[in-house]
């Protein structure tokens, strides 16, 4: 007669002990192996098609990179017109746009905004088209902040 191995105390075989279950894991399951001459496990008969591997994979997305829009000062542009293409194109207040302008004025240089790249080229041409098309000077360029 054989004896057969007991699978823990008397008290869980009765029912009267909690059991705990393992926590859940994220499993990716591979694909079995094509079975062989030698069997579905290769040689040896190991049987390792079933191999759970665990991943995880973090994709972060790199933030774009910012570009200032500079209006730069001239002796020929209205300093009207330069409120207006503010006002026009960067959807500033009048206060706002006269400020700017003013910066400009005395600084030679002002920032109207800050934009990513294709956003930053485009304001760039419509101020220079719009400049061009009403016969003004004025320029209007952008660098990397």
């Known amino acids: 007669m054989t004896e057969v ?4 105390t008397a008290r869980e075989q ?11 894991r994220t499993v990716e399951r591979i694909a079995p192996r094509a079975a062989g001459p030698e069997g579905p496990g290769g040689p040896g ?12 994979t973090r994709t972060r997305t790199k933030r774009p990179s910012l570009y200032r829009v500079l209006l730069l000062n001239d002796d020929y542009t209205p300093m009207e017109f330069v ?14 746009a006269y400020q700017i302008m003013m910066h400009v004025h005395h600084n030679g240089v002002g920032e109207c905004g800050v934009f990513t790249y294709e956003v930053a080229e485009t304001k760039v041409t419509q101020v220079m088209d719009f400049a061009r098309k009403h016969q003004h000077p004025l320029q209007c360029v952008m660098e990397k902040k």
């Open 5 to 8: 191995p007991t699978l823990g």
């Open 14 to 24: 009765a029912g009267t002990a909690r059991t705990r279950m393992p926590a859940p």
């Open 45 to 56: 008969g190991d049987d390792r098609a079933n191999t759970a591997i665990i991943t995880r």
């Open 83 to 96: 409120v207006l293409v503010v006002e026009r194109f960067f959807n500033k207040s009048h206060e706002d």
